[in-house]
Each structure stands twice: as C-alpha cells, then as structure tokens.
C-alpha cells in the first residue's frame, strides 16, 4: 500500500475520551448503543455498511426475505446518536502499545487513536483446513453469500427445466446438499425441502420440484447437537418427515463443482452428484483474533477464538475488550445474546472508569435459551430446563425474532413476508443476477480483489483501467470456457483449474 494513500486521524480530539468500535454486528451495534449517554466520542469501523441479522440469512437464501430487511444501514439506526461516527475499513491493524486501529477500502487506508477499544469482528465460516471447497459450497456469513446462495438455489431448478426440456438427465441438479446439521443447517434443509415440494411445485412443466432430493450431512451422530438427544431427534424424524435425507457420522472429504465425497465412520465412502451445495459447518474466529494474541501472548482455541480476562479485557491492555464470536471464554456459545451482553457490559465498564465508579466484577451471561425453525409452524426450543417443540416453539421464534430485527419499517415488512410465505405458497423474493452467482469468484481471480477495479488517491499512473477491463474480459471469457466444459474444479496434472 503506498503512503500516499494512508491517512491518520488528527490527534487533538478535544480531550474526549476516544472509544473505537471494530465492527458492526451484534457487539459492535449495541456496544455503540448502550454508550449513547456517556461523555465519549466514539468511531465504529466496520468492513460492510449494514448491521446484519445473521440469524435470518437462510431466510434471505430461500427468496423469504429481502436482503434490505435483516441488514439495515448501521449509519441510519446511529443517525441519532450523536456521539457516534461510521466508518468503513477492513481493520486489518491493531497496535496495542501505540493505541491505534489501522483500516483499508479500496485502496484507502486510516488509522484512528483510541482510548478505549472494543473488538467485535465475530468469526467467519471454517472449512477446516479444505478453503479450496468455499467455490463450491458457499457458507451462510454475510448478504453476499445469501445472494449468491438464492441464485444457486433457484438457479439449479431453472438448468433443469432446461436440460429436462432437451431430454437430459438432470438428477444432480435437483440434489441439494447441506453439509452441517447445526441450526443453520436444519434451517435450510427444512427451506429447501419446502420450496421444492411446496412453492415450486406448479411452476416447472418439465421437472417435477417434488422429486429433488434435499440432503442434511454432518460427521457428529446426531442433529442439532447443543439442543440435546430428545430435541436433536425429534428434528431429524421431521425433517425425514419432509423428505430431507439426513445423513449423520459422515464426514466430508471432498468437493467439487459438480458434487462431493463423504465418508462414514466404517471407512465407507460414497459420492453425491449435487450441483448445489450449502457449506453451515465450523467457524473460525476473525483474524483479528489472532493480530491481537501476537501482541499480548495470549492463546488461541481450535476455532481462532482468543482467550480474555472474566471481565473481557486482554491481558495487559485493560482497556481494550473484546466481544461475541471472537472470544474463548468459560464455553460461552457463539450465539448472538452473548456478543449483545458481552457488548454492554464493556460499555458499562467504559462508562463506568469515567465516573470513578468502580468495576461491576466478572461478565456474566445470561442464558435465555436457543431456537432453530424446520419448516413452516415447526421449530425446536430449549429455554433452561424446559424443551419446546412444534408449533409453540415456531410461534416463540416468530416473537423472538421480530424483537431483535432492527427497525419499525423491517419487522412490519418481515412480518408480510412471512404472511405470505407460510400462509401462502409464495416467495417474493426471488430475485438474483449472474452478477450475485459468479462475482465472488470472479473477484477472487483478480489479484488484489475490488481494489484491481478502483484508482486509489495517489496512485493513477500505476492504474490502467483499459487493460484492467481487457484482462477482465480475457477471465470472464475464461470462466464462461470452463463452465461450458465442465472443468471447473477438475483436477489436472498441474492442480486445481
Ligand atoms: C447463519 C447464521 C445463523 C445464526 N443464527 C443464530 C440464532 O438463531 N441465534 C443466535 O443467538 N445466534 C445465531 N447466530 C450467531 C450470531 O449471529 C453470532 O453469534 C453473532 O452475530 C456474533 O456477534 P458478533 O458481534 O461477535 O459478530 P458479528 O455479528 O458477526 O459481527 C461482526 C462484525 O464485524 C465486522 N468485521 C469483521 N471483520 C472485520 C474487520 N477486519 N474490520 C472491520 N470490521 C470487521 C463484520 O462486518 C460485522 O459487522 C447465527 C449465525 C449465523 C452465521
């Protein structure tokens, strides 16, 4: 990066006490949030614009929901805090010693000074070990992989109308495979099942949607494996009941373009012909975890996760906290009410140090139980002691989940959305472009990603846009050559096209 594109942020900021926030999910959000009243000055850099509602991103996958209504723009839900800034920035640096967080967008880079700095960069998706299957099994993460997930869903029914149509077989393009039986998993089977044996059934006329098969795979032996054996089962027999094959104790070893190879625990492997795959197992916490165990020796779990003091400060550095997905801690689950209470808690304690009142003691979570839906007035809950299944459990997520999105607009729009979706048949929101399908891939062939396609302050002489748009016509000619071969994914004497 050259010089010329970085910028510091001035130092002299009116000796307010500087408050960093990295990211703008469930942390970083209401961390900003429950600051609103203190005397701080408080910057959140994060990587997209939009606060985003993971919880219902399969519901944005299966053409239910807009992609709008579980990401609102983080700079509209602080528009009325004053003492809150957005700003948008990989955050690739953390200078622990100089107090500084260093970001990047397209070429740009800024570095910020802080007082007190709450991480909250949560965790991506793991492949453990196997990154080359991300091209062909998108995970459930971010409103791209949504997207790009929806086309590949509604994509795969209309190749084959169309290879039906000329009299091809088109079994491996109504295979769907989800690898990963944690709710998120659970959560897609059960859509996928339904749009193809409910919502689509009368809209093909040379494929009948009710014969695709929908597969839910997972090493473990059982579904849903922190809900319990009782609930775990319950799941799986529904989910039988709707025509998903449930595959337990095999593990995946490999994928490629047009289908993958699982093996079970007696040494037995078979190979799925499937064209659409869904990637909803492992996560692996943000790298920042790791820039930041570098500095301070502190240890990494398995999943990336680093290890913090009871009251989510680093050791050595008390006063940066970090929060949600990123942390190890007493087996806190990576679920969302523990970055939110993560996040007030260190807001408080910010506060709190300002006023002179003294520390509130370790950070204690509060367990208010965990939900997965697997259609339509179907879902499991376990809320402490007590196990709910069925349409009572489907009716507590619907309530659940209308509180936590963000937004008046949001939740009505939502709320007409499921009217229609399971009341009715439809789906309005099934939409998706080539772009949304292929650009992630594309992106990734290009050198340095997005910022391959921007000048940068300072750098015109070194951009080319001409041949920059040349060598992207040459790839995309490239990529349409291999996907009419077949080849991607092949593997060659060379390696992997
Ligand atoms: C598909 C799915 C379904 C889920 N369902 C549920 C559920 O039903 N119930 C439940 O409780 N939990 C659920 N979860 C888990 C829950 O969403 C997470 O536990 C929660 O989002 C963690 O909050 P967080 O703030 O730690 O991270 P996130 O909410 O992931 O936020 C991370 C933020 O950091 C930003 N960021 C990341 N890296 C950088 C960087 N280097 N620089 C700047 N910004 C960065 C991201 O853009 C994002 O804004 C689900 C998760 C997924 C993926």
Redesign the pocket.
């Known amino acids: 990066m050259s010089s010329s594109a970085s910028k510091s942020q001035p130092t002299d900021h009116g000796g307010v006490h500087r408050v960093v926030v ?8 209401f961390g900003t949030k429950a600051l609103k009243r203190s005397d701080v000055d408080i910057t959140m ?4 614009t ?9 519901q944005v996958a299966t053409g239910i929901l807009s992609e709008g209504e579980i990401a609102p723009p ?1 700079r509209e839900i602080l528009a009325r805090q004053k003492n809150a800034r957005v700003l948008l ?4 640096g953390i200078d622990l010693d100089d107090r500084t967080v260093t ?1 990047h967008v397209l070429g740009r880079t800024i570095t910020l000074g802080y007082d007190s700095l709450i991480v ?5 998706q793991s492949y453990f070990g196997n990154d080359r299957f991300a091209e062909f099994a998108p995970g ?3 409103v791209d992989d949504a997207l790009e997930l929806r086309g590949r869903i509604f994509g795969a029914f209309e190749m084959a109308e169309l290879g039906a149509s000329r009299g091809e077989d088109v079994d491996h393009l109504l295979t769907f495979v989800v690898v990963g039986a944690g ?2 998993g659970v ?1 897609m089977a059960g859509q996928i099942a339904e749009l193809a044996h409910r919502t689509l059934k009368r809209d093909f006329r040379s494929i009948n949607t009710r014969t695709a098969r929908v597969l839910l795979v997972d090493a473990a032996p059982q579904v849903l494996p922190p809900f319990g054996h009782k609930l775990g089962l319950w799941t799986k027999e529904k989910l039988e009941k709707m025509g998903v094959e449930v595959m337990l104790g095999a593990m995946v070893t490999d994928v490629s373009e047009r289908g993958l190879t699982v093996k079970f625990k007696d040494g037995r492997e078979e190979t799925i012909a499937a064209v659409t795959k869904v990637w ?1 197992a492992g ?1 692996q916490a ?3 975890a790791k820039v930041l165990s570098e500095q301070t020796g502190t240890p990494l779990d398995r999943a990336g996760r680093i290890a913090v003091n009871p009251d989510l400060t680093l050791t050595g550095y008390p006063e940066v906290f970090v ?4 942390i190890a801690l007493d087996n806190l ?8 209470q993560g ?1 007030k808690y260190a807001a408080k304690e910010i506060d709190g140090r300002l006023k002179g009142k003294p520390s509130q003691g370790p950070f204690k979570y509060f367990d208010k139980g ?3 839906t697997i259609s339509r007035f179907n879902a499991v809950a376990a809320i402490g002691k007590v196990r709910l299944t069925g349409f009572i459990a489907w009716l507590m997520w619907l309530a659940v989940h209308l509180v936590y999105i963000t937004g008046f607009k949001n939740r009505l729009s939502a709320v007409m959305h499921w009217f229609v979706s399971f009341l009715g048949r439809g789906r309005s929101e099934r939409t998706s472009t080539e772009q949304q399908i292929f650009a992630r891939t594309a992106l990734a062939r290009l050198e340095r990603g997005a910022v391959d396609l921007v000048s940068r302050p300072g750098e015109s002489e070194e951009v080319h846009p001409t041949e920059t748009r040349e060598q992207l016509e040459a790839r995309a000619l490239e990529e349409v050559r291999l996907t009419d071969e077949s080849k991607r994914g092949v593997k060659t004497a060379a390696g992997r096209i």
Do not use: N, W
């Open positions: 990295v990211g703008s999910g469930f942390g970083g959000l850099v994060a990587k997209t939009h606060h985003l509602f993971q919880p219902l991103l399969y983080t920035g990989e955050v690739t970001s909250a960069a949560g965790a991506g459930m993460k971010s709710p998120t959560e909803a996560v943000s790298p920042l929060v949600g997905d990123m689950p990576g679920v969302a009410q523990v970055a939110i996040a965990s939900m997965a």
